[in-house]
């Protein structure tokens, strides 16, 4: 039942930079603010960015949000062995009246 | 800090009544631009937002769960108890209850662990 699209997955060697989509649409991305959020397993999610671009307290500035459009972009810089983790994106859908998630990513560390 | 945990049963029937508990701490549900919410996830798969309450006692509910979906709070206990009906197996998931930001900017910011709920015979 996600309304927002995500690649199933995504991959990269320790050091890359891995970008992940988020699509989304008029109703939601295209006129609302875009989260994003990181869980790992077994884990409840954690807030990584709110506001398209803002990274709470804590989270390390390797992690970067962008959105244009009906699309967000979730940037992971200097990749870690400790950032495989499943990643959602999520905004709230003025057709539907409440909250979105995406359907998910699941960032493995080669 | 806020923290906020989920209290219910484990396991429920089909066609019963799941009822289940966030109890916080670090935040009034009386302030202003607050609120929490539900979200679910069944096993191996995505979040799903259920419902959220307001701090001005407003709700949203998923469309698609609308008609089985009561949410109430309890302020002076800080409480918010969601109620679903009609459970079913395909109803299996952990529930999370969320911290919930609005201020035009939406998002939770705080979560429980959540509480894993099975439905089965």
């Known amino acids: 039942q996600s309304v927002l699209t995500q690649p199933p997955s995504a991959s990269g060697t320790p050091g890359q930079r891995v970008t992940i989509s988020c699509s989304g649409s008029?109703?939601?991305?295209?006129?609302?603010?875009v989260n994003w959020y990181l869980q790992f397993p077994g884990t409840a999610p954690k807030l990584l960015i709110y506001k398209n671009n803002q990274r709470p307290s804590g989270v390390p500035d390797r992690f970067s949000g962008s959105k244009s459009g009906t699309s967000a972009s979730l940037a992971i810089s200097g990749l870690q062995s400790e950032d495989e983790a499943d990643y959602y994106c999520?905004?709230?859908?003025?057709?539907?009246?409440?909250?979105?998630f995406g359907t998910g990513t699941k960032v493995t560390v080669l | 800090q806020i923290t906020l945990k989920e209290y219910g049963p484990t396991l429920v029937k089909p066609t019963e009544t799941l009822t289940l508990t966030c109890t916080f701490s670090g935040f009034s549900l009386s302030t202003s631009q607050m609120g929490v919410g539900w979200i679910r996830q069944p096993p191996g798969k995505a979040l799903e937002w259920l419902a959220l309450i307001y701090w001005n006692d407003d709700k949203r509910h998923s469309p698609s769960l609308r008609s089985r979906l009561t949410i109430t709070k309890d302020t002076s206990k800080n409480q918010v108890v969601l109620t679903m009906t009609n459970m079913d197996p395909v109803d299996t998931a952990t529930y999370y209850c969320a911290h919930f930001i609005l201020r035009g900017e939406n998002y939770f910011d705080s979560w429980g662990q959540g509480t894993l709920v099975t439905v089965s015979p």
């Open positions: 999520a905004a709230w859908d003025n057709s539907l009246n409440g909250n979105v």
């Open positions: 008029s109703s939601n991305i295209g006129i609302n603010t």
